[in-house]
């Protein structure tokens, strides 16, 4: 739910005639959300946007899905995940309902191109760089950003610089700022952690030559999702120009102003992103509870509605700490089950004024299943660590 933005050549009237250098039209192209009754982007293609020559049935790896069973607290180290492949079809599904799915991925080399006519993909960088292309241009990512893909968006992940570390999550539905930071009209208010100027989009066309061209689609069937590869007749990426409040952005982590006090702030401080069914939040460097007896770690909570997921990516979390969490780890808190910070955390944070904690959170308000990739770098003692002496 960006604001509007305008790239490249368009014709001053919409849906008027808008020539090529020979003469011939350029393809214009509405996408838009919801039945056109919400964001939309006019977009004006060299080549017919609807051109197909094929179009084959596509079987990823079967993805496996199993609840969470007997119902515990679940630590799963992403950074011992095979690393390689690509930023689409290298992803490992860890965990994931009917409203998204999670998964990780090393990526080491440019993916293909892709369309999600699922739903808008959350993708968060958490270490390395990548261009993000697509029909309307280019993102360049770096270690800290998000990228919100719009559904359907033709695009491929191009890593530059060695291989990137990357969450994704895919949801089955649209994602956007939270509602309650927006205006009527979709502007940022005041009390927004960020806002338009901490919103990046793309700046100029990006045009690429080529016939033949595959494309992967993610798309619907009756009862979940499905594989098709399709090939265009000319290259997607022939978009001279377009405008709308329809397109990939990127926000980086590090510019989400913390929310604080001078006790503790609930997890709502933290949202950043509304999607169907789940929200996700951004736990970043920050000054901490000032009242003079305040406990800066949170208190034992149970989100009864949600399940929890926090991917920790960076610094030192502090509530944390003696339960096996580092770098790359993601804990997942189900619904039916209480848990707070480690053992003695809340006596040892006393005092302290500054969290140098960086971390997403993913809470979904339907159960989540565990993935086979999820059990096999699951730490089986994590459940256990509030019980038994912490580890090192
Ligand atoms: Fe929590």
Known sequence: MPYYRSV??????????????????????????????SDSSLLYHRH???????????????????????????HLRTHKLDAGGDAVLGRAQLLANDDCRISYVVADRPSPLYRNAIGDEC????????????????????????????????????????????????????IGPPKRYLSVRGQFLEHSPYCERDQRGPTEPLLADGTEVEVYVRHRVRGGTAWSRHVFAHHPFDVVGWDGCLYPWAFSI????????????????HQTFQGPNFVICSFVPRKVDYHPLAVPVPY??????????????????EARAGSGIEQGSISLHPGGFTHGPQPGAPERAIGAERFDELAVMVDTFRPLELCEAAL???????AWTWSRPAQS
């Open 48 to 74: 017919l946007p609807t051109a197909i020559v094929a179009a084959e049935t596509y079987e990823p790896r079967p993805d496996s899905r199993s609840p969470n069973r007997p119902l515990k607290p679940r």
């Open 8 to 37: 490249g050549e368009i014709p001053p009237k919409r849906h008027t005639q808008f020539r090529q250098p020979d003469g011939g039209l350029y393809a214009e192209e509405l996408m838009g959300q919801e039945g056109f009754s």
């Open 376 to 382: 096999a770098v699951e730490d089986e003692e994590y």
């Open 300 to 317: 034992n909570h149970h989100n009864v509605d949600s399940d929890e997921v926090l991917f920790y990516t960076g610094g030192n979390y």
């Open 254 to 269: 590090h510019d989400f102003e913390p929310i604080t006090g001078r006790i503790h702030q609930p997890p709502p401080a």
């Open 123 to 174: 993708l968060y960088v958490e270490d390395g760089a990548a261009r993000l292309e697509s029909t309307f241009g280019v993102l360049e990512l770096t270690a800290g950003d998000y990228a919100i893909i719009p559904t359907s968006v033709i695009y491929r992940l191009v890593p530059t610089g060695g291989p990137v570390r990357l969450l994704a999550v895919e949801a089955t539905g649209h």
